[in-house]
C-alpha cells in the first residue's frame, strides 16, 4: 500500500495562516504508524466517541462542543501537542497512582506469601510488572497529554 502524499506536515512548514488553513482541511495520517487507520475502528476509535481512562465510550450528539469550540481546541492542541483533555489526563493520572499502589502491596504480598522459593513463586513474585506496566503507561499518558 503506498503512503500518502504529506500535506499536514508542509503545511507546519510554512506560515501561521497557512496552519489555520490546514487545521482546517481534513487530516491524511502519512506518519510511520499510517497502516494502522483502517484498524482504528476496531478498537472503537471513530467519529462520535470519547476516550475514558483509555478505551472509548459513547458521546452523546448534545455533548459536543460548538465550531468554535472546536476549533479553538485544535489550536490549543497543536500548541501543546497534546491530544487528550484535561479531564481524561487526570482520570489517567488517579488511575495511575492507583496502580501503583496496586504494585506496591502485589509486590509485599507476593514476596511474603506467594515466593517459596520455587520457580512458581518467582513468578508470582514477577507478576508484579503487569500493574507497573499500567501504572507507568498512565501516568506518562498524564504527563505528556497524549
Known amino acids: 500500500m503506498p503512503r500518502p502524499k504529506n500535506t499536514f506536515a508542509a503545511a507546519h512548514l510554512s506560515s501561521s495562516s497557512s496552519l489555520l488553513k490546514a487545521a482546517e482541511k481534513e487530516f491524511e495520517n502519512d506518519g510511520a504508524f499510517f497502516f494502522m487507520q483502517p484498524f482504528l475502528s476496531v478498537f472503537g476509535f471513530q467519529e462520535g466517541r470519547s476516550s475514558i481512562y483509555g478505551p472509548t465510550v459513547e458521546v452523546k450528539e448534545s455533548d459536543y462542543p460548538n465550531e468554535e469550540e472546536q476549533q479553538a481546541r485544535r489550536a490549543k492542541a497543536e500548541e501543546d501537542m497534546t491530544n487528550i483533555p484535561i479531564e481524561e489526563r487526570d482520570r489517567r493520572r488517579f488511575a495511575g497512582e492507583a496502580a501503583y499502589k496496586v504494585a506496591i502491596g ?10 517459596d522459593g520455587s520457580f512458581d513463586g518467582t513468578l508470582a513474585r514477577f507478576a508484579v510488572v503487569l500493574p507497573l506496566t499500567f501504572a507507568s503507561g498512565y501516568i506518562k499518558s498524564a504527563d505528556r497529554g497524549l
Open 106 to 115: 502485589y509486590a509485599f504480598f507476593s514476596a511474603l506469601f506467594l515466593d
